[in-house]
């Protein structure tokens, strides 16, 4: 019906009942020639008004945001900026020197590829102390040219991780120096586990009372890795279920020892047994 009312017949007719025409969506103009009323929006002003034109609208704000420090500066732990070892750790990078004071600490550490070449310095050996918390105080896992210097190491790892004190995978050109590692555990590795295609250099350090749940109670070279210990000390270390009271570097790996001591480092395997597995 509404089509037929629509046509221009019914509008020559007078069929279309009023207010059909302007009604919404039927904007048609009459057969009479009428146009249909505009809605008030519609209506162009007349031609005596003057108009305003609106001020252009303000270019978009863009948001600011703080740049990044950037990387090779020294970071003091503790400090007002950083007071604990883990937020220098959260804002190091690349080049980065963190300086902990003397003092005790708790705590696990990981560093990664944004930690390359980053340097760790304590006061001194026995002087600043990191204890573990059931894990390596500093677990490295392709950190290249990191160093670690002038601290211990004490009562860190987990009888199912590799690297009681220190572990480092994926990592090369690493050095420790003038460190101690001491009453750690670890499945291989009771004090240092190099694993995973790493190679470490071990200056004037010190591992001492260690025990692996498997092999190597102080230091374990395995899966194509390479050390270089110069000037260090190993002792009283055991390992207790496999052999390599104070070293163990396995088939694909090799260690160069120079002028170290290796002393009273136990395991309870008789030669020649085959060693127990170790834990998945």
């Known amino acids: 019906k509404l089509n037929e009312l629509t046509t221009e017949g019914a509008g020559a007719s007078g069929l279309i009942p009023p207010g059909l025409l302007t009604a919404p969506g039927l904007q048609r103009e009459s057969a009479t020639g009428t146009p249909p009323a505009q809605p008030p929006s519609a209506v162009p002003p007349s031609t005596g008004a003057t108009t305003t034109t609106p001020a252009p609208a303000p270019p978009p704000t863009t948001a600011t945001t703080t740049p990044p420090l950037a990387c090779g500066k020294t970071i003091s732990v503790p400090s007002a900026k950083y007071p604990t070892i883990q937020s220098a750790f959260d804002a190091a990078c690349t080049g980065d020197v963190v300086k902990i004071a003397a ?150 790996s090799v260690a160069s020892v120079k002028n170290a001591i290796f002393w009273a480092n136990s395991d309870t395997i008789p030669a020649g047994t085959p060693c127990r597995k170790a834990p998945a």
């Open 103 to 252: 003092g005790s600490y708790f705590g696990a550490f990981t560093l990664t590829a944004r930690h390359a070449s980053t340097t760790i310095s304590g006061a001194g050996l026995d002087e600043t102390t990191i204890q573990g918390m059931n894990a390596p105080v500093f677990t490295l896992d392709g950190a290249n040219g990191v160093a670690i210097k002038n601290l211990t190491v004490v009562r860190a790892g987990h009888p199912s991780t590799d690297g009681g004190g220190i572990r480092i995978m994926r990592s090369r050109n690493i050095t420790l120096d003038h460190c101690r590692v001491s009453k750690s555990v670890g499945n291989e590795g009771g004090a240092l586990a190099i694993d995973d295609a790493s190679s470490a250099t071990i200056i004037r350090c010190l591992f001492d009372s260690n025990i692996s749940t498997h092999s190597a109670g102080g230091i374990v070279v395995k899966n194509f890795s390479r050390a270089t210990l110069v000037n260090v000390t190993v002792a009283l270390n055991e390992a207790r279920g496999c052999h390599g009271g104070g070293l163990a570097v396995d088939a694909t």
